[in-house]
């Protein structure tokens, strides 16, 4: 059997322990989903019991609320929470049914019979708490016998309900039983699986592969030691092994054939020594130029004497070649390009000789159109230097005068900026001043009115001294009939008769002092009423301020604002002026270099001319004379120069 197959053999075992371990987890797999989705129909079905519950407790419920209401109208709410109850317990009751298997069927469709009746009978507590009277409710569902028929259907829910609990437990605890057997069965199987896979991989790596290789390693160390008399063992087997031996059998017979044919060669060994010398001495010499050393003794031997003649046959080839070479190139280092290889060659020399020839004759043709070339080229650079010459000195012009109109931009323009900012400070004042005139406005307004209040106190003021003036005067006259009276009772009035003086005295006092103040007042009231005109005045020329102070700021405004919109286009139009002025700045210099590489260009194709000139190329004659050159030839970068030199706006040389 071959390595490969054994290998194989290794890898399909290993395989088939895999395949094993796929199969039994694909097996596992399918039946921890299908206890899975017994275990989640159980859950889903004992929760569906309790939510039964839940609603058959709430339709109780709202029974209640029923039988305590004291009319129909609050019962409606609860009757309808007893109809909407109802129906999501036949809608649960529809959902379950699929769910439930064969041998709980007869239980779930005893709850659904005990549903239906429960469903009619608070359908009517309902309609009764609605459409009759709570209290005909009330008769109808709060008994005995309701009580009893409720216990009874949740006892039958309660029995499905405890049912599907238990096949809950069961399924888990098959699921756990189910899983311990599994997880053993598998770690069984890949433990096996794998003690067999090492086991078999280890006879077959060391009986069969690593020990065979071990000795056939030693028996090629001993060949290779030069002992060919060793065995080599395994030759018989019809693996790779086998094939090894039989090669290593194969090196060691070839090792003795050469054995045998050293001892040949040894003779031949001194002669071709000797004719290496030989070649060796001719090689030196012609590597040092001299090719007319020849090998010139007898071997022999017909293989080596043939193969210095080869040698001798190989020097006068070469010699003449070069030679021939040696001619033409020493005509060309003169500047006669009119020479070219003569003589009959083969192989390279032939190939050289076509080679030379062909660069002879094609250099001719390439000097004479260089020539042509350069000449032209000539021509056109003193063209293409004076047109630079003149670019340079416009373009120089041109950035002299960019920088002083950019110099003076920015002047106008720090000039519009200090306007700009002038004119928002007056606007800014213009503003201050409107809201002054405005708070001035205000306080006259409010003089105006304090004088209005002031002249009408005057006016109420001057009321209350007529009225002390009057009170005076009436004190005065009883003061009078006083001292008429105290004078008929004699002596005995004597005392009044004082008293009624002094008050006659005080009431003289007192109206002197009413006149005076009423004369004040008066006065007072007639300073108000022209204070008051004045303010009313002051208030009618603020106004009249105001208004102008208010178009004032109106036009300030707008020439601020001007100022500012001139302000930033002249700032866009200095960045733009500077833009230029520096890629002027940078034109001038790209055309000043390119002056003075026009000035090199100009140089170097008169020393290019002049060079030329030195090669023959046929007759005797020169470059020049031979193809009948003029130096009158039209310039293609005139034209170039002229529209270069119109750009800048110059004047381009006549012609």
Not at 271 to 289: H, M, N
Not at 296 to 305: E, F, P
Not at 530 to 550: K, P
């Given at each position: 059997?071959?390595?490969?197959s054994?290998i194989?053999?290794?890898?399909?075992?290993m395989?088939?322990?895999?395949?094993a371990?796929?199969g039994?987890?694909?097996?596992t797999?399918?039946?921890?989903?299908q206890?899975l989705?017994?275990?989640?129909n159980a859950?889903?079905?004992?929760?569906?019991?309790?939510?039964?519950?839940?609603?058959v407790?709430?339709v109780?419920?709202?029974s209640?609320?029923?039988?305590?209401?004291?009319?129909?109208?609050?019962?409606?709410?609860?009757?309808?929470?007893?109809?909407?109850?109802?129906d999501?317990?036949?809608?649960?009751l529809?959902?379950?049914r699929p769910?439930?298997?064969?041998?709980?069927?007869?239980a779930?469709?005893?709850v659904v019979?005990?549903?239906?009746?429960?469903?009619?009978?608070?359908?009517e507590?309902?309609?009764?708490g609605?459409?009759?009277?709570?209290?005909?409710?009330n008769?109808?569902?709060?008994?005995q016998?309701?009580?009893a028929?409720?216990?009874?259907?949740q006892?039958?829910?309660?029995?499905?309900?405890e049912?599907?609990?238990q096949?809950?437990?069961?399924?888990?605890?098959d699921?756990?039983?189910?899983?311990?057997r599994?997880?053993?069965l598998i770690g069984?199987?890949?433990?096996?699986?794998?003690?067999a896979?090492?086991?078999?991989?280890a006879?077959?790596?060391?009986?069969?592969?690593s020990?065979?290789?071990?000795r056939l390693?030693e028996t090629?160390?001993?060949?290779?030691d030069?002992?060919?008399?060793?065995?080599?063992p395994?030759?018989g087997?019809k693996?790779?092994i086998?094939?090894m031996?039989a090669?290593?059998e194969v090196?060691?017979q070839?090792?003795i054939?050469?054995?045998?044919?050293?001892a040949?060669?040894?003779?031949?060994q001194?002669?071709?020594?000797?004719?290496?010398t030989?070649?060796a001495?001719?090689?030196?010499?012609?590597?040092?130029?001299n090719f007319?050393?020849?090998i010139?003794?007898?071997?022999?031997?017909?293989d080596?004497?043939?193969?210095?003649?080869?040698v001798?046959?190989?020097?006068?080839?070469v010699d003449?070649?070069?030679?021939?070479?040696?001619?033409?190139?020493a005509?060309?280092a003169?500047g006669d390009?009119?020479?070219?290889m003569?003589?009959?060659?083969?192989?390279a020399f032939?190939?050289?000789?076509?080679?030379v020839?062909?660069t002879?004759?094609?250099l001719?043709?390439?000097?004479?159109?260089?020539?042509i070339?350069?000449?032209?080229?000539?021509?056109?650079?003193?063209?293409l230097?004076?047109?630079?010459?003149?670019?340079s000195?416009?373009?120089?012009?041109?950035?002299?005068s960019?920088?002083?109109?950019?110099?003076?931009?920015?002047e106008?323009?720090?000039?519009v900026?200090?306007?700009?900012?002038?004119?928002?400070e007056?606007?800014?004042?213009?503003?201050?001043?409107r809201?002054s005139?405005?708070?001035?406005t205000k306080?006259v307004a409010?003089?105006?009115s304090?004088?209005?209040?002031?002249e009408?106190?005057?006016?109420e003021?001057g009321?209350?001294i007529s009225?002390?003036d009057e009170?005076?005067?009436?004190?005065?006259?009883?003061?009078?009939?006083?001292?008429?009276?105290?004078?008929r009772?004699?002596?005995?009035?004597r005392?009044?008769?004082?008293?009624?003086?002094?008050?006659?005295?005080?009431?003289?006092r007192s109206?002197?002092?009413?006149?005076?103040?009423k004369d004040?007042?008066?006065k007072s009231?007639?300073?108000?009423?022209?204070?008051v005109?004045?303010?009313?005045a002051t208030g009618e020329?603020?106004?009249?301020?105001q208004n102008h102070?208010?178009h004032?700021?109106?036009?300030v405004?707008?020439?601020?604002?001007?100022a500012?919109?001139?302000?930033?286009?002249l700032s866009?139009?200095?960045?733009?002026?500077?833009?230029?002025?520096?890629?002027?700045?940078?034109?001038?210099a790209?055309?000043?270099?390119?002056?003075?590489?026009?000035?090199?260009?100009?140089?170097?194709?008169?020393?290019?001319?002049?060079?030329?000139?030195r090669?023959?190329?046929?007759?005797?004659?020169?470059?020049?004379?031979a193809?009948g050159?003029s130096?009158?030839?039209?310039?293609?970068a005139h034209?170039?120069?002229r529209?270069?030199?119109?750009?800048?706006?110059g004047v381009v040389?006549a012609?």
């Amino acid at each position: 059997m071959k390595i490969g197959s054994k290998i194989y053999a290794i890898v399909g075992l290993m395989g088939l322990v895999a395949v094993a371990i796929g199969g039994m987890a694909g097996y596992t797999i399918t039946q921890y989903n299908q206890r899975l989705d017994a275990l989640e129909n159980a859950a889903e079905r004992a929760h569906k019991g309790e939510r039964l519950n839940r609603y058959v407790t709430a339709v109780v419920m709202e029974s209640r609320g029923i039988y305590a209401s004291p009319t129909t109208e609050e019962a409606t709410p609860f009757a309808e929470g007893i109809m909407r109850f109802l129906d999501q317990i036949d809608e649960l009751l529809a959902e379950w049914r699929p769910m439930v298997d064969a041998e709980g069927l007869a239980a779930f469709d005893a709850v659904v019979a005990r549903a239906a009746e429960f469903r009619g009978f608070r359908t009517e507590t309902a309609r009764l708490g609605r459409e009759v009277d709570p209290a005909s409710a009330n008769a109808q569902g709060n008994n005995q016998e309701n009580r009893a028929n409720r216990r009874a259907y949740q006892g039958e829910i309660d029995a499905v309900v405890e049912r599907d609990q238990q096949r809950l437990a069961d399924i888990k605890a098959d699921i756990e039983t189910f899983q311990s057997r599994m997880a053993l069965l598998i770690g069984a199987v890949v433990v096996f699986g794998l003690m067999a896979g090492a086991g078999v991989a280890a006879y077959i790596g060391t009986a069969q592969l690593s020990r065979p290789i071990r000795r056939l390693t030693e028996t090629m160390k001993t060949l290779a030691d030069g002992h060919l008399d060793a065995d080599v063992p395994f030759a018989g087997r019809k693996d790779e092994i086998g094939e090894m031996a039989a090669a290593v059998e194969v090196f060691k017979q070839n090792g003795i054939k050469v054995r045998e044919l050293n001892a040949q060669e040894a003779a031949l060994q001194a002669k071709s020594a000797d004719l290496q010398t030989s070649i060796a001495e001719v090689v030196s010499s012609a590597v040092r130029g001299n090719f007319e050393r020849r090998i010139t003794k007898d071997y022999d031997d017909a293989d080596l004497n043939r193969f210095a003649a080869s040698v001798n046959e190989l020097v006068t080839s070469v010699d003449s070649g070069i030679a021939e070479v040696r001619r033409v190139v020493a005509s060309l280092a003169e500047g006669d390009l009119t020479q070219a290889m003569e003589g009959s060659f083969q192989g390279a020399f032939a190939e050289l000789q076509q080679n030379v020839n062909t660069t002879m004759s094609t250099l001719r043709t390439a000097l004479r159109e260089v020539r042509i070339t350069s000449d032209t080229i000539g021509s056109n650079t003193v063209e293409l230097r004076s047109a630079a010459d003149d670019l340079s000195r416009r373009t120089e012009q041109q950035a002299a005068s960019l920088e002083e109109t950019s110099a003076a931009l920015d002047e106008i323009t720090a000039t519009v900026r200090e306007s700009t900012e002038r004119a928002q400070e007056a606007s800014r004042m213009v503003d201050e001043a409107r809201r002054s005139t405005e708070q001035s406005t205000k306080v006259v307004a409010e003089a105006v009115s304090a004088m209005s209040r002031i002249e009408q106190a005057s006016g109420e003021i001057g009321q209350i001294i007529s009225l002390i003036d009057e009170i005076a005067f009436q004190t005065n006259l009883l003061a009078l009939n006083a001292g008429v009276e105290a004078a008929r009772a004699g002596e005995a009035g004597r005392g009044f008769a004082v008293v009624a003086q002094e008050v006659r005295e005080l009431a003289q006092r007192s109206a002197t002092a009413a006149k005076d103040i009423k004369d004040l007042i008066t006065k007072s009231g007639e300073e108000v009423s022209t204070g008051v005109r004045l303010v009313t005045a002051t208030g009618e020329a603020l106004d009249t301020i105001q208004n102008h102070v208010v178009h004032i700021n109106e036009h300030v405004h707008s020439i601020a604002s001007a100022a500012g919109e001139q302000s930033t286009g002249l700032s866009e139009i200095n960045t733009a002026m500077n833009q230029m002025d520096q890629v002027t700045q940078r034109n001038a210099a790209m055309v000043e270099e390119t002056t003075a590489a026009t000035h090199r260009l100009s140089a170097e194709s008169s020393n290019l001319t002049k060079l030329i000139s030195r090669f023959k190329v046929e007759g005797g004659t020169g470059v020049r004379e031979a193809d009948g050159y003029s130096a009158s030839v039209p310039s293609p970068a005139h034209a170039l120069g002229r529209r270069v030199a119109g750009a800048f706006g110059g004047v381009v040389a006549a012609e």
